[in-house]
């Protein structure tokens, strides 16, 4: 994979996902703008396999949990190796367990993941990862909501997508983020495109008055109603 500095000299955002399922990548993240940008060394993606670092004949990485109870839990031992291994070349970068008990991904978060190095994202299967793993290695524990995977690799799809968008170049000139849904506290405006009208619904006429002052005028309190009546957490 190519690697192409930075305008500033910097290595390229990279992300590093520890997984029992590596084949999982890049998966979604192979394909459109942010695939080619993968291609074109923007950023860059590599996994761990947890499993390389599994212990005894059978090289097992989890265990029943203590206490009793149903599942398995990763063990501590085997994802710390994995994790030292991971940031033995990539120290700079925060690490990052990815579960539901964490802190929401919101937009200011992926922006500050997105601004940084990159991210090392542990991917946890089973009924979780033994907690002193969590402690012992001050992982940051991000959810990218309040529902339940049956692992963190859909997690780190989101998150890598959502950072990986931000990096300068990968949208191209057309694209801009800056109007989007989150971006500015708001949802986004509505979009409309040819035809003009379609079973019985008109694009609106200001939006075809090329009078471009009062379209603004126009999507700023759409976007102020759509917040206020979906999502009035957001304080339009
Ligand atoms: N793993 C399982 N569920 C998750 C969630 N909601 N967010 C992040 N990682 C997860």
Request: charged share 25%; proline share 7%.
């Amino acid at each position: 994979m190519p690697h192409v500095p930075q305008s500033d000299g910097r290595r390229p955002w990279a992300a590093t996902v520890l997984t029992l399922f590596p084949d999982l990548f890049p998966g979604p993240l192979g394909a459109s703008l942010v695939g080619q940008a993968l291609v074109a060394g923007l950023w860059s993606l590599d996994t761990v396999q947890i499993r390389d670092f599994g212990t005894g004949r059978h090289a097992s990485v989890d265990d029943s949990p203590a206490g009793g109870g149903a599942g398995m839990v990763l063990r501590t031992d085997v994802l710390a190796q994995a994790i030292d291994h991971a940031r033995s070349s990539h120290p700079e970068r925060p690490s990052i367990y990815l579960s539901p008990r964490g802190e929401r991904l919101t937009q200011a978060l992926v922006r500050e993941f997105s601004a940084g190095p990159g991210v090392l994202l542990l991917a946890g299967r089973f009924e979780g990862v033994d907690e002193r793993v969590i402690e012992g290695r001050g992982l940051r524990e991000v959810s990218i909501g309040d529902y339940v995977l049956s692992g963190g690799e859909i997690a780190a799809y989101a998150l890598i997508d959502a950072c990986v968008r931000l990096l300068p170049g990968v949208l191209g000139g057309a694209a801009s983020t800056s109007e989007e849904s989150f971006e500015n506290g708001l949802l986004e405006y509505p979009q409309f495109t040819k035809p003009r009208a379609w079973e019985g619904r008109a694009i609106p006429d200001i939006l075809l008055s090329g009078d471009h002052k009062k379209i603004a005028a126009w999507r700023r309190a759409e976007a102020e109603r759509i917040t206020r009546q979906r999502r009035p957490d957001l304080k339009a």
